[in-house]
């Protein structure tokens, strides 16, 4: 069974979305086959990933509004 | 990283902004234009370094603290780049200035600088708060043009900062600063030693980045091979053409080598004809102005003047407008205002965590009073410093980085 989370970070500035969503990800409590994280800072889309795919995630960049993008982490 | 389904909505609403946004540009060209000889030429200039600093997310602040934060030197690197083209470039023009340098004289245009425990300090305190405040003061600028409230918030932080530097610069020029040598490193070594030893410690730099990136275990995903879906025979038309080279250049994000190179570039070229690139001077003189308004007036800073383009009495002359850097800062904010206008991706970004608006104005006072004591902001003292093959730029390069070293301890506590 696979389980959909969502991590709202719109409004956040550096470094704190990258910071929470690692937080997110390396909490050994939370059980999640994908995570959503919703942001509208564009630096995130160049630090979420890497660190994501350090830590065994695949990531799909979607825009979904004007200054919005979702960025999807999958377990590999 | 490449955005699955990019949205640059081309119908009328959008062609209209950017329209309107194009003339308003042109406008204000106009304006400068009839307002002073160079202030056109400085418009065009901020707005450049505006769109390159939007483009790339360029960010002196998250170069240095994402080393300590992450180990991840992607940002740092493109600087280094960036850094490697303008000593290149500084060291043609100024050895055209000075052939033979005669180990007394400076290129007066060049970012050379007072090196000294003020440049220490000021490097400290501006690593500090450029971390705390999520980015440096030409940072905060072009933030501000994306529509970050947090950013407008660091930027009072900063006039307000440098105004009590200035306030406090006298005291500072008899502590120190009168006697700090401005080494400029082709006096001492010549021209040859000189490139030789800057190029070297961008490349120990760089190993060290490396060194620091593998000191953490990293994933290597397996390659995916897309399959490419509906591959039919379509005729583009001319038009259509231009698309992909379009995108890149207005759409998608472009890497910090590419954003720190065209920067350098922009940097070489305000050179040829001015001085290198620097953004706090203009600062001051609102700060002043400001101070003027609630009746403290700034004093006469001692010795400021023999530091390019710094002379805050000369600036406080005339029209407040009809200012170089007025038009370059301010173009700096427009520009990059366009630049996320254009990608579709301009958004007020109102924080709702109130400490968010704090840290930010902390930070600003620690960058405005450091950028003071150090003569010049990641920019001015270190990314126009270093290329002008000046000691200080190291010094504050280093001062910077300790700095946020600190900084970087600090915020992951404001969680």
Redesign the interface.
Known sequence: MSTKHTLDVRGEICPYPMIKTNKFLDNKKNHFESIEVITDHPPALSTIPPEAIKRGFACEVNESAAGEWTILLTKI | ???????LPINNRYSAKILLLIVFLVTIYFIANNLGQTLQIFWLIGLSVGFVLQRS?L?F??GF??LF??K?G?TMKGILAGLGIAIIGFTMIMSGIYPEPNGVSIPSTGNILPVGIATIAGGLLFGVGMVLA??CVSGSLYRMG???L?SWVAMIGIIIGNFILNQTWNWWWQFSINEDPLTWLPNEIGYSAAIFISLSLLLIAYIAIVKIETS????I??T?TKVQKNISEQKTNFIQNFYPILTKIFKD?WSPVIGASVLAIINIIVFTRFAPLGVVGEISRWGAYIGDFFGIATPSLKGISSFGGCSLDEMMTGNFFAHNHFFMNTGIIVGSFSA?LIA????L?????FI?YIQ?FIGGIGMGYGAGLAIGCTIGAFFSAIPSLALSGWVFAFSLFIGAFIGSKI??KL?
Do not use: H
């Open positions: 990283m490449t955005i699955q389904n990019p949205i997310r960010c602040a998250s603290r994402d934060l992450m991840q992607t999520g980015g994306e529509g970050y947090t953490v275990p990293t994933f995903p397996p995916i994000g996320a579709n991706e301009f958004k970004r109102i924080s709702k965590s968010r930010s915020i992951t969680m």
